[in-house]
């Protein structure tokens, strides 16, 4: 039996009638707490370049895909190997610079761009907005992030909200450990001055995204 097999039996038994009483307790929604901490020990160890610890936190990652598989199956929705099959076939689909006849592409901007042509298809989307729909639940910086991506991308302007050559500027001299201490200074400074930083950023990098939005219906 694969090892793939053997994981989808051991979370079939654990939600069995005569299974583990906390595995048949949960849902969907009661274990989100838990796949975000498995996420964030994840991306740990990833930050420590701990392979051993990587592959471990991997496996729990997937037995979390599997455990929702196994719910969905016992409501009748779909299971594991419709999941599979769904991100394979995704995966084959918008990338037909490999998998098809697509002209070969040179660059990862080229293939991000074809990328979104794609799914915006697929989404019977006919443009494609200026800012993505971004999860709720994705952290602030994150977000912050992704609405600068599609700024610089699209080449929008954000008005006074950004200072885009101080944006530059800094970019040129920037490394990981000085964009750590200079994070974590502000952070430290929010403390201080009674502000939290979280609620800052996302509200800001609404600001900016609004400003954005603003100067391209004008």
Known sequence: MASIDELLATTARLRAPDGCPWD?????RSICDCLVEEVAELLQAIDRNDTPNLRE??????FHVALHAQMASEAGHFNFDDVAREVNEKMVRRHPHVFGDGAKLGDPEAVVKQWEKIKA???G????SLFKELPPALGSILMA????????KKEL??????DRARVSSQAKVL???E???RLFELVAACREAGIDPDSALRRYTETVQQHAEQSVKK
Request: charged share 30%; proline share 3%.
């Open 157 to 162: 302007n954000a008005g006074p909200t950004v």
């Open 175 to 177: 490394n990981e450990n």
């Open 57 to 62: 936190e991997l496996g729990d990652l997937l």
């Open 24 to 28: 048949r307790a949960q849902t969907h």
């Open 125 to 128: 989307t006919k443009a494609v």
């Open 179 to 181: 964009a750590g201490r």
């Open 121 to 123: 298809v697929e989404k």
């Open 145 to 152: 992030r992704e609405v600068w991506k599609q700024i610089a």
